[in-house]
C-alpha cells in the first residue's frame, strides 16, 4: 500500500514517505535461532520485535537472507511479507525452522 521511494545503497528496497518498510537483500544468513518463526507463503521469516513497533524480518533456511524492517504503525507485517514472498521464494530454502509461532 505504500509507495516505492529510491534508496541510494545498493541491494535495498523502501516503501514509504518517510520509510514504513525498508528491504536489504544479501544480509548475513542465520543460524540457529531463539527468535519466533513464521512461515508466509512458504517463506520462513525469523521475527524480531525488540524496536516495537518496528519489527525486523530476516529469511531463515535462504542464502543470502534477506531482511525487512516493517514499521507497524504504517503497514502490516504479514501482508507485506505476503507481498514480498514470490520474489523471496526465488531463492531456493535449504532448511526451514523446527518451530514456528502461528
Known amino acids: 500500500e505504500l509507495a516505492r521511494r529510491s534508496t541510494?545503497?545498493?541491494?535495498?528496497?523502501?516503501?514509504g514517505e518517510?520509510?514504513?518498510v525498508i528491504l536489504r537483500c544479501g544480509v548475513?544468513?542465520?543460524?540457529?535461532?531463539?527468535?519466533p518463526c513464521?512461515?508466509?507463503d512458504g517463506v520462513?521469516?525469523?521475527?524480531?520485535?525488540?524496536?516495537d513497533p518496528t519489527f525486523l524480518f530476516t529469511t531463515y533456511g535462504r542464502t543470502?537472507?534477506?531482511?525487512?524492517?516493517?514499521?507497524a504503525t504504517k503497514a502490516s507485517g504479514e501482508?507485506?511479507?505476503?507481498?514480498?514472498?514470490?520474489?523471496?521464494?526465488e531463492i531456493p530454502a535449504t532448511k526451514t525452522c523446527e518451530s514456528k509461532t502461528p
Not at 501482508?79 to 521464494?89: C, H, K, W
Open 8 to 15: 541510494n545503497a545498493q541491494s535495498t528496497g523502501a516503501w
Open 18 to 20: 518517510p520509510a514504513g
Open 28 to 35: 548475513e544468513t542465520p543460524g540457529p535461532s531463539k527468535l
Open 38 to 40: 513464521i512461515t508466509v
Open 44 to 51: 520462513d521469516w525469523l521475527r524480531d520485535d525488540s524496536n
Open 64 to 71: 543470502p537472507a534477506v531482511e525487512v524492517a516493517i514499521d
Open 79 to 89: 501482508s507485506t511479507l505476503s507481498d514480498l514472498s514470490a520474489s523471496v521464494a
